[in-house]
Nanobody
Framework: QVQVVESGGGLVQPGGSLRLSCAAS????????MGWYRQAPGKQRELVAV???????NYADSVKGRFTISRDNAKNTVSLQMNSLKPEDTAVYYC??????????????WGQGTQVTVSS
């Protein structure tokens, strides 16, 4: 199986910064795309940013220019640097990892989520 663990959430004032980290571990043969999603109260989960194994990136329009996604392929980790945070960025942030296990089973694996609150 594959385990996905996020860290780095918290409370920050508007205009501040936070860095989220996510690590995938377990019976991993390879990791393909890694991404961050978020879900605010009463809203559907939405894509924030995704990065492929070839380090191509894609961002939601609402975070372009403020958030940066990066990954370390050797460690199977992905990070999200969030700058110029706004109250509307408040949400639970989830990491999703597309991985192939050692028995060549391909699936998406989610972390448990980490709360980000932007408030004065």
């Amino acid at each position: 199986q594959v385990q996905v663990v996020e860290s780095g959430g918290g409370l920050v004032q508007p205009g501040g910064s936070l860095r989220l980290s996510c690590a995938a571990s377990g019976s991993i043969f390879s990791v393909n795309a890694m991404g961050w999603y978020r879900q605010a109260p009463g809203k559907q989960r939405e894509l924030v940013a995704v990065i492929t194994s070839g380090v191509s990136t894609n961002y939601a329009d609402s975070v372009k220019g403020r958030f940066t996604i990066s990954r370390d392929n050797a460690k199977n980790t992905v990070s999200l640097q969030m700058n110029s945070l706004k109250p509307e960025d408040t949400a639970v942030y989830y990491c999703k990892v597309q991985a192939v296990t050692s028995n060549l089973f391909k699936s998406d694996y989610w972390g448990q989520g980490t709360q980000v609150t932007v408030s004065s």
